[in-house]
Protein backbone atom coordinates (compact mmCIF):
# COMPACT_ATOMS: atom_id res chain seq x y z
CA UNK A 1 0.00 0.00 0.00
CA UNK A 2 1.28 3.32 -0.94
CA UNK A 3 1.41 5.52 2.16
CA UNK A 4 -0.82 8.44 0.95
CA UNK A 5 1.93 11.22 1.63
CA UNK A 6 2.86 9.31 -1.83
CA UNK A 7 0.48 9.62 -3.97
CA UNK A 8 -0.02 11.78 -6.73
CA UNK A 9 -1.85 15.10 -7.42
CA UNK A 10 -4.59 13.63 -9.40
CA UNK A 11 -5.40 11.14 -6.18
CA UNK A 12 -5.36 14.23 -4.16
CA UNK A 13 -7.65 16.01 -6.13
CA UNK A 14 -9.66 13.00 -6.85
CA UNK A 15 -10.11 11.99 -3.02
CA UNK A 16 -11.11 16.08 -2.24
CA UNK A 17 -13.88 15.92 -4.94
CA UNK A 18 -14.93 12.53 -3.80
CA UNK A 19 -15.95 13.55 -0.17
CA UNK A 20 -18.28 16.46 -1.43
CA UNK A 21 -19.41 14.51 -4.74
CA UNK A 22 -20.39 11.34 -2.20
CA UNK A 23 -22.15 14.02 0.30
CA UNK A 24 -24.06 15.21 -2.56
CA UNK A 25 -25.42 11.74 -3.71
CA UNK A 26 -26.38 10.30 -0.13
CA UNK A 27 -28.05 13.92 1.62
CA UNK A 28 -28.96 15.80 -1.65
CA UNK A 29 -27.76 19.30 -2.47
CA UNK A 30 -25.49 20.73 -5.19
CA UNK A 31 -21.88 20.39 -5.84
CA UNK A 32 -20.11 22.35 -8.28
CA UNK A 33 -16.66 21.75 -9.81
CA UNK A 34 -14.63 23.74 -12.04
CA UNK A 35 -12.85 21.72 -14.30
CA UNK A 36 -13.85 18.11 -13.34
CA UNK A 37 -11.40 16.57 -15.56
CA UNK A 38 -8.22 18.09 -13.08
CA UNK A 39 -5.48 15.81 -12.89
CA UNK A 40 -8.02 12.91 -12.52
CA UNK A 41 -8.19 9.70 -15.04
CA UNK A 42 -10.67 9.87 -17.62
CA UNK A 43 -12.08 6.69 -16.65
CA UNK A 44 -12.84 8.46 -13.07
CA UNK A 45 -14.75 11.24 -14.51
CA UNK A 46 -16.77 8.70 -16.14
CA UNK A 47 -17.03 6.78 -13.00
CA UNK A 48 -17.91 9.87 -11.20
CA UNK A 49 -20.83 11.19 -13.47
CA UNK A 50 -22.17 7.56 -13.92
CA UNK A 51 -22.80 7.70 -10.14
CA UNK A 52 -24.82 10.65 -10.32
CA UNK A 53 -26.91 8.89 -13.19
CA UNK A 54 -27.39 5.54 -11.13
CA UNK A 55 -28.61 7.35 -8.00
CA UNK A 56 -31.26 9.19 -10.10
CA UNK A 57 -33.81 9.18 -7.02
CA UNK A 58 -31.56 10.93 -5.21
CA UNK A 59 -31.90 14.73 -4.68
CA UNK A 60 -28.19 15.26 -5.37
CA UNK A 61 -26.57 17.42 -8.79
CA UNK A 62 -23.53 17.96 -10.55
CA UNK A 63 -22.49 21.42 -12.11
CA UNK A 64 -19.10 21.05 -13.85
CA UNK A 65 -17.11 22.34 -16.69
CA UNK A 66 -14.58 20.57 -18.39
CA UNK A 67 -12.54 20.90 -21.46
CA UNK A 68 -12.72 16.91 -21.93
CA UNK A 69 -15.00 16.76 -24.87
CA UNK A 70 -15.00 12.64 -24.45
CA UNK A 71 -16.93 13.38 -21.30
CA UNK A 72 -19.93 13.61 -24.20
CA UNK A 73 -20.32 10.51 -24.74
CA UNK A 74 -21.88 10.10 -20.87
CA UNK A 75 -24.54 12.64 -21.34
CA UNK A 76 -27.93 13.35 -23.04
CA UNK A 77 -28.60 16.65 -25.14
CA UNK A 78 -31.05 17.67 -21.88
CA UNK A 79 -27.26 17.54 -19.41
CA UNK A 80 -25.16 20.06 -21.75
CA UNK A 81 -24.41 23.38 -22.00
CA UNK A 82 -21.88 25.16 -23.91
CA UNK A 83 -20.87 28.40 -23.97
CA UNK A 84 -19.71 30.63 -27.39
CA UNK A 85 -18.10 33.72 -27.63
CA UNK A 86 -20.15 36.14 -30.31
CA UNK A 87 -18.70 38.87 -32.20
CA UNK A 88 -18.59 41.30 -29.00
CA UNK A 89 -16.38 38.63 -27.83
CA UNK A 90 -19.25 38.08 -24.92
CA UNK A 91 -19.60 34.51 -23.39
CA UNK A 92 -22.70 33.17 -24.26
CA UNK A 93 -24.50 30.29 -22.85
CA UNK A 94 -26.82 27.39 -24.35
CA UNK A 95 -28.09 24.31 -23.67
CA UNK A 96 -27.68 21.51 -26.81
CA UNK A 97 -31.43 20.72 -27.26
CA UNK A 98 -31.78 24.26 -28.15
CA UNK A 99 -29.54 23.73 -31.19
CA UNK A 100 -31.97 22.93 -33.96
CA UNK A 101 -31.50 19.61 -35.35
CA UNK A 102 -29.76 17.70 -32.28
CA UNK A 103 -31.89 14.05 -32.13
CA UNK A 104 -31.47 12.01 -28.89
CA UNK A 105 -29.45 9.31 -31.01
CA UNK A 106 -26.87 11.61 -31.91
CA UNK A 107 -23.28 10.54 -30.66
CA UNK A 108 -22.61 14.40 -28.66
CA UNK A 109 -18.96 13.57 -28.92
CA UNK A 110 -18.78 13.46 -32.57
CA UNK A 111 -20.52 16.20 -33.73
CA UNK A 112 -19.32 18.40 -31.36
CA UNK A 113 -15.58 17.72 -32.46
CA UNK A 114 -16.73 18.28 -36.06
CA UNK A 115 -18.28 21.70 -35.31
CA UNK A 116 -21.79 20.98 -35.69
CA UNK A 117 -23.28 22.35 -32.74
CA UNK A 118 -20.95 25.78 -31.86
CA UNK A 119 -19.20 26.41 -28.22
CA UNK A 120 -16.15 24.74 -30.31
CA UNK A 121 -12.64 26.89 -29.54
CA UNK A 122 -11.39 28.48 -33.04
CA UNK A 123 -7.62 28.22 -31.47
CA UNK A 124 -4.91 29.85 -33.77
CA UNK A 125 -1.43 30.30 -33.16
Do not use: C, W
Request: aromatic share 12%.
Amino acid sequence: MIPLANESHGVFNLFSKMFFILKSIKNGGLVAIDELEFGIHPQAVSRILHLFMENINQKGQILFTTHMAPVLMDLNKYQVYLVEKNKYNESEIFRLDQVEGVRPEDNLFKKYMAGAYGGFPDIDF
